[in-house]
């Protein structure tokens, strides 16, 4: 079998893949993307994350998106419960800080995302736990700290500089490194994909959104998941078989594969 990459966050379970998700599927195959993490972000995509998960191929996470807080209550963690019951649940989240849109109160993310740590831990104190934060990562961070989580911690798109990346990495994170490392303006991302460690670095998608460079503006599918392997490789300084071997053994072991 030749190269094989792992997308460890992508939302084939968006409505935008409705008309054409198999083929998707099928396409990321070709493209030597032989296994995916499907992301839930509120509770009817973690359904449908599950719902979509089937063998070696595809796993679910599922969790309570910061834009989505407000679903966050006893019924929908007993929902979150069941689904994780299926053995199809490898991770929890997409769960975290936005404050770029601040479309749910700050106070409110924050507990909603304090719960949902404490949560995931109760499913599984090992169960990974996928980041996201946006204009918000001091307080993502220190939420993160405080809660003294004993889970793999993945930091889902990042985009910062050196300086973040050193933060995260100090503490122990993955860096999801996606679409944007292949803009033309993101220097600073390739700087920090460079000075991390290959082993902690994970690709992935997030299609629909954030295609990368050769595709931007488009919908996003796992299929261009190579374009960030290059991108990686070519700051890095190594094969692009190194780190296809490297992000998916590292990806296999956090998520069970």
């Known amino acids: 079998m030749g190269m094989e990459l792992f997308d460890t966050h992508c939302h084939l379970n968006h409505p935008d893949f409705d008309a054409d998700r198999m083929q998707a599927w099928w396409r ?18 973690s359904r449908s994350a599950v719902a979509l998960s089937e063998g070696k191929e595809m796993r679910a996470a ?4 910061p834009e989505s807080a407000d679903e966050w209550n006893a019924e929908t963690a007993a929902t979150l419960r069941l689904l994780c019951e299926t053995g199809k ?19 409110r993310q924050g507990e909603v995302f304090r719960e949902q740590i404490d949560f995931a831990a109760s499913l599984s104190p090992a169960l990974p736990l996928i980041i996201h934060t946006r204009d918000a990562l001091a307080d993502t961070l220190a939420v993160l700290k405080a809660s003294a989580t004993a889970a793999p911690v993945i ?21 999801g490194i996606g679409g944007v490392a292949t803009f033309k303006k993101s220097e600073e991302v390739r700087a920090a994909i460079a000075y991390a460690p290959l082993d902690r670095l994970l690709l ?20 261009y998941l190579p374009a960030i392997a290059e991108v990686i490789a070519a700051a890095k300084g ?6 296809a071997d490297v992000t998916t053994k590292t990806a296999r072991g956090l998520f069970g594969f």
């Open 62 to 65: 599922i969790g309570i998106h």
């Open 238 to 243: 190594v094969t692009l078989e190194e780190v």
């Open 28 to 45: 990321a195959r070709e493209a030597g993307v032989t296994r995916q993490l499907c992301i839930g972000f509120d509770l009817e995509s």
């Open 155 to 175: 930091m889902h798109c990042f985009t910062s500089d050196l300086k973040d990346a050193k933060k995260c990495l100090d503490a122990g994170y993955y860096l």
């Open 204 to 223: 992935e998608t997030d299609c629909p959104y954030l295609a990368p460079q050769y595709k931007r503006g488009r919908r996003n599918e796992p299929s």
């Open 89 to 107: 649940v490898a991770a929890y989240g997409e769960i975290g800080l936005d404050y770029h849109w601040d479309t749910v109160p700050r106070s």
